[in-house]
Every structure is written in structure tokens, then in C-alpha cells.
């Protein structure tokens, strides 16, 4: 510890480890004294001129877990325990679907580290519980949903530093665990056999669907070509269908060219060529 320390912090060191022996009984006395103590905030004002640890320790202000990690290892160090300072992510839950843990901006956290003799490096959590990330209960459908949206991440992803070779290997490394999932009767596994039912009819529907016309963007065009569909619909139910390679002007012809045809064959014949 720095030979500049405020000698009131080393005063509150050994205040706190009086009758305590050994890193467990030493850290349990730090983390009780720390909620004991100090109230938690994200906002925390430190006076002009003073060494944020320093007043921190002293005059107990709200303050969040950066400070109570650091306050703890300072304690520690002063009662003779080795320490370290540690901060990351603590998760606030397990996707049960994707197989991963969940950390989001807000689960950031800082924490201190003891060493203890028989159990080596262990943490010690010196902010109140207010100031802990919580683990989240997610419902099976947002667990699912999340997977889903972490997986179209991770596909990208693999796509765009990889290319075909990176969707292959996504395919490849995903497909056990979809396989699982449409096999089990979960909500998420429903919800699964569900989206590929949809899917797969959406799929065929667009494959075997005749292409719709194109409406005009000529307003002057668009009522004769609503006659023309007007005729086509009407012809369809007397067995003769235009083909979709075949114009107006040549279907015409040939429902004029046959000998057993439509009667007044001749004037839809010509109606056609007209509108057409």
C-alpha cells in the first residue's frame, strides 16, 4: 500500500479485522461492513480537492460497485490478505436454447478478489445486493426468441468474413441443435414446428402460384386491361385459356381459326385485337 495512505483508512482497517483471522473470516467481516454501511447510487459527488477512495471509505456517500470493489481490496490489503481488483460482466442468466450466457450493457459490475490458502482465488462482493446484477427468469418464448435473434447475429457475421464458406459451416455446427429442437415438444420446440410449417407454405405457395398481372402505371391503360382479364376469365370457363407464352393478338387468331368455336368467335376474336 502507498506509504501516503490517509492513516484514518489504516485506523478503519484494523477497526474492522479486530478479532478476525484468516481470509475467509476477513472478507466476511468486509462485505458485512460495506452493507452495513454504505448506501448504494450511481451518483455519487466527490468534494473538490479530495481522493475519491479516501472519502469514500471515510464518509460513507452513496456510491456503486466500482467503489465498494476498490474500498474491499484496500481493506483486504491492509489486513494482510492478498487482493485484486476485478470488473466484467456478470451474467444475468443461462439461454437455455442457444447454450450461452446472457451479459448485457447493464449487468457491467466490478468485484474484489481474495486469496485464500485452500480454496485460492475466491470473490468477495462488497456492494449491496441493490447494486448486484440480478439473474433474469425469462419466459421459454423470450428465451427462444433472444436465441433467435443472437443466432441471425452470428450468421451474419459468419457470412460476411467468411462468405458461403462461413454459411456452410454455420449450417453445419446449427443443425443438431435445431434437429433437437423440432423434435421436442417444448413451447419453444412448437413454436419451432410452427415457423417451419408456415414457412415451408409460404415456400410452395410462391412456387407454384401463377404470376399475377401487373397493374398498369398508365391510368389510361387500366380499363383496358381490366376488359382484357374481364375476357380471360370468361374464356377460361369455356376451356379456352391463354397461354403464357402466347400474346392477345395471336390468341385471338387462333380462337378465330377454329372450325367448332365460341359463338360470335369472330367479334371476341376481334375484341381482342383491339383491347390488345
Not at 500500500?1 to 467481516?29: C, I, N, W, Y
Not at 468485484?111 to 468477495?124: F, I, K, L, P
Not at 434437429?179 to 415438444?185: R, V
Not at 360470335?264 to 376481334?270: C, D, L, M, N, Q
Request: proline share 7%; with cysteine; glycine share 8%.
Amino acid at each position: 500500500m502507498p506509504a501516503e495512505l490517509d492513516p484514518r483508512v489504516r485506523h478503519l482497517a484494523a477497526r474492522v479485522f479486530r478479532g478476525r483471522s484468516g481470509t475467509q473470516a476477513k472478507a466476511g467481516a468486509v462485505v458485512q461492513y460495506f452493507v452495513s454501511n454504505y448506501p448504494y447510487s450511481l451518483d455519487i459527488k466527490i468534494p473538490e480537492g479530495e481522493d475519491p477512495l479516501t472519502y469514500f471509505l471515510l464518509r460513507r456517500p452513496p456510491a456503486y460497485c466500482e467503489y465498494f470493489a476498490a474500498g474491499a481490496a484496500v481493506l483486504l490489503r491492509l489486513g494482510g490478505v492478498p487482493t485484486r481488483y476485478a470488473a466484467g460482466f456478470a451474467p444475468s442468466g443461462r439461454n437455455m436454447y442457444g447454450g450461452y450466457w446472457v451479459a448485457r450493457y447493464k449487468d457491467a459490475h466490478a468485484w474484489c478478489e481474495a486469496y485464500d490458502d485452500e480454496r485460492g482465488w475466491v470473490t468477495v462482493e462488497a456492494t449491496p445486493p441493490a447494486g448486484v446484477p440480478a439473474v433474469e427468469r425469462n419466459s421459454a418464448f423470450g428465451a427462444f426468441w433472444d436465441s433467435l435473434k443472437f443466432r441471425r447475429q452470428e450468421l451474419a457475421v459468419m457470412i460476411q468474413t467468411q462468405g458461403l464458406r462461413g454459411l456452410g459451416a454455420w449450417l453445419l455446427n446449427r443443425w443438431g441443435g435445431v434437429w433437437a429442437l423440432l423434435q421436442s415438444w417444448t413451447p419453444a420446440g412448437l413454436l419451432a414446428k410452427l415457423c417451419l410449417a408456415v414457412t415451408g407454405a409460404v415456400a410452395l405457395r410462391r412456387l407454384f402460384a401463377r404470376p399475377r398481372p401487373v397493374a398498369p402505371t398508365d391510368p389510361d391503360m387500366a380499363k383496358p386491361h381490366a376488359l382484357l382479364r374481364r375476357m380471360d376469365g370468361w374464356l377460361s370457363k369455356q376451356g379456352r385459356v391463354r397461354r403464357a407464352d402466347e400474346t392477345v393478338h395471336q390468341f385471338a387468331r387462333r380462337i378465330a381459326a377454329e372450325k367448332e368455336s365460341l359463338p360470335e368467335h369472330e367479334h371476341v376474336a376481334a375484341s381482342y385485337t383491339r383491347e390488345g
